[in-house]
């Protein structure tokens, strides 16, 4: 018996007692070595044709300085490399693939470096390695980064600038707005503390914040009271209340007294 005595899309075959009986076509597949994900088929289907990995799985990387390319199968079997890509977030490549989340510039593609664990593009000029000589600015930062032009050279330390930004705008970077600062020369005046304040842009700026609990300066005029004895220890229009659950609290006057 041959397949010309089974009926369309059969063929002869079988073994033991099946020998000789038409039955679906039996395919023969190529397959892979086992670390070849494309060429390992699962099996036939009816019409006897070999079911490879559908094409578009990935089946390799390569990596080359900041370019990698993705290989997907092509779903008969074979892996086919794709097109050329820069690794995500300006990365560089680390082995077959692409650096994560940067902890150094070596993590980062050419002319990019790595601020705040980002990948992020340099102002133009390499690292200045501490030498304002380096930078056309005459500035470099605290972490080596040439700024684009000078900062505000503050005279409170706690507003100082300490970085400029890794990218094209080489930014100045400050402490934000709200840092205490210049508090040597902290100051009370009524009920009025006048501690500096940095706004954000290098300056400390003298910001006048009334004394909690509407308590009054000090006599020395350092700070303010925290617990009151008289009306005096209190800041206009309150009383210090001298018995009760609230005694040596301010509290406002009522009806005018």
């Known amino acids: 018996m041959s397949d010309a005595n089974c009926p369309a899309?059969?063929?002869?075959?079988g073994t033991g007692d099946r020998a000789g009986t038409c039955g679906p076509p039996q395919c023969q597949c190529l397959v892979g070595p086992p670390d070849a994900l494309c060429s390992i088929p699962f099996g036939c289907d009816d019409g006897g044709r070999c079911v490879y990995p559908p094409a578009g799985t990935e089946c390799g990387t390569t990596c080359t300085e900041d370019q990698i390319t993705v290989s997907t199968c092509d779903g008969a079997g074979g892996?086919?490399?794709?097109?050329?890509m820069p690794c995500p977030g300006n990365?560089?490549?680390?082995?077959?693939?692409?650096?994560?989340?940067?902890?150094?510039?070596?993590?980062?593609?050419?002319?990019?470096?790595?601020?705040?664990?980002?990948?992020?593009?340099?102002?133009g000029t390499p690292p200045?390695?501490?030498?304002?000589?380096?930078?056309?600015s005459g500035l470099c930062a605290p972490n080596d980064v040439c700024c684009?032009?000078?900062?505000?050279?503050?005279?409170?330390?706690e507003c100082a600038f300490f970085a400029c930004t890794a990218d094209a705008g080489a930014s100045c970077v400050y402490p934000p707005a709200g840092t205490l600062c210049d508090l040597a020369n902290e100051s009370c005046i009524g009920s009025t503390l006048h501690a500096g304040l940095c706004d954000g842009m290098g300056n400390c700026i003298d910001a006048g914040v009334l004394c909690p609990n509407n308590f009054a300066c000090n006599d020395a005029g350092t700070g303010c009271i925290h617990l009151c004895e008289s009306d005096l220890d209190c800041a206009k229009g309150f009383h210090c209340e001298d018995g009760g659950e609230d005694r040596g609290e301010c509290l406002q006057f009522i009806d005018g007294g």
Do not use: I, M, Y
């Open 9 to 13: 899309g059969q063929q002869c075959g």
């Open 79 to 84: 892996c086919s490399p794709g097109t050329q």
């Open 91 to 123: 990365a560089s490549c680390n082995g077959a693939g692409c650096s994560g989340p940067c902890s150094a510039d070596g993590g980062c593609a050419t002319n990019f470096l790595c601020f705040e664990g980002r990948c992020v593009e340099h102002s």
């Open 128 to 136: 200045c390695d501490g030498d304002d000589a380096e930078c056309s």
């Open 148 to 157: 684009r032009e000078k900062c505000t050279q503050s005279e409170a330390l």
